[in-house]
Nanobody, 117 residues
Framework: QVQLVESGGGLVQAGGSLRLSCAASGSFFGVNVMGWYRQAPGKQREPVAHITVDESTAYADSLKGRFTISRDNAKNTVHLQMNSLKPEDTAVYYC???????????WGQGTQVTVSS
């Protein structure tokens, strides 16, 4: 059984920062891509960023320069550093991991990020 657990969400004022973390645990082998999506109220889930096993990264265009994704392969964790937060960043943030065995994408339960103006 594979489990992803996010942490680090919360309430922050506009302009502030938060660091999200996500740890994968359980019985699995080979973590390929890890990343983050978010879903704002009334909107579809959208990609935020992802990072490959060799630490190549990609970001949503609107988030470049404010968000930084990183990972610790030894701990099967992924982090999302979010700076200069805006009210429109308010959403539930979900992490995911693409695994080799068992194959597929596995998701966390989500963590709420609320940015007040």
């Amino acid at each position: 059984q594979v489990q992803l657990v996010e942490s680090g969400g919360g309430l922050v004022q506009a302009g502030g920062s938060l660091r999200l973390s996500c740890a994968a645990s359980g019985s699995f082998f080979g973590v390929n891509v890890m990343g983050w999506y978010r879903q704002a109220p009334g909107k579809q889930r959208e990609p935020v960023a992802h990072i490959t096993v060799d630490e190549s990264t990609a970001y949503a265009d609107s988030l470049k320069g404010r968000f930084t994704i990183s990972r610790d392969n030894a701990k099967n964790t992924v982090h999302l550093q979010m700076n200069s937060l805006k009210p429109e960043d308010t959403a539930v943030y979900y992490c995911y991991a693409n695994l080799r065995r068992p194959p597929g994408n596995y998701w966390g339960q989500g963590t709420q990020v609320t940015v007040s103006s």
